[in-house]
């Protein structure tokens, strides 16, 4: 499978949730077994307990859906907190400067990072595109669904070119 294969099935699989939102409090169905999923073990996660933020987690699950054993993030709960994630990517080099097609753009928050969203494309204007759980159509950071939306990358928003990652991967993971 090709790079632009692997960030099709992404997209692709994450636009089949548009319109799916959450009961209450980040819980429902979508939002339970995304995070349930990943997390595993609530003791684990960050911030504790069921009803956790699941920007991550979807982004994660869809990832898993699209691509199996081949979603180059390993499943681990921090893998559900945005600011680990953002680091993480600065740990394997994938962060890069300007957005392309299926990369992941954290935005920033409070010096750190606080959401995160699949990049669809462009406008004309320059802004992303993107496909995002717990947001709405305002692009809140804890809204109840899965949105389609633009923003504008800033320079503290970090962006994740996460097919890097397969360059050095020999095997499912």
């Known amino acids: 499978m090709t790079p632009q294969e692997r960030v099709d099935a992404l997209i692709r699989t994450a636009q089949e949730f548009l319109g799916t939102v959450e009961e209450a409090n980040n819980r429902g169905p979508l939002c339970d077994f995304a995070n349930s999923y990943l997390i595993q073990d609530w003791r684990d996660y960050p911030l504790g307990g069921k009803g956790a933020p699941w920007c991550a987690s979807f982004l994660y699950l869809c990832g898993r859906l ?67 759980g717990n947001s709405n159509t305002g692009g809140s950071f804890s809204g109840n669904g899965v949105y389609e939306l633009v923003r504008t990358v800033k320079p503290q928003d970090r962006i994740l070119r996460w097919t890097s990652l397969f360059s050095n991967q020999t095997g499912p993971l």
């Open 66 to 132: 699209a691509l199996g054993t081949y979603w180059p993030f390993p499943r681990k709960s921090w893998v559900s907190n945005v600011q680990t994630l953002a680091e993480w990517g600065k740990q394997q080099g994938i962060v890069v400067a300007d957005f392309i097609r299926g990369d992941l753009l954290c935005v920033g928050h409070n010096g750190g990072w606080g959401h995160v969203a699949i990049i669809t494309g462009s406008t004309p204007e320059g802004k992303a595109t993107t496909v995002e």
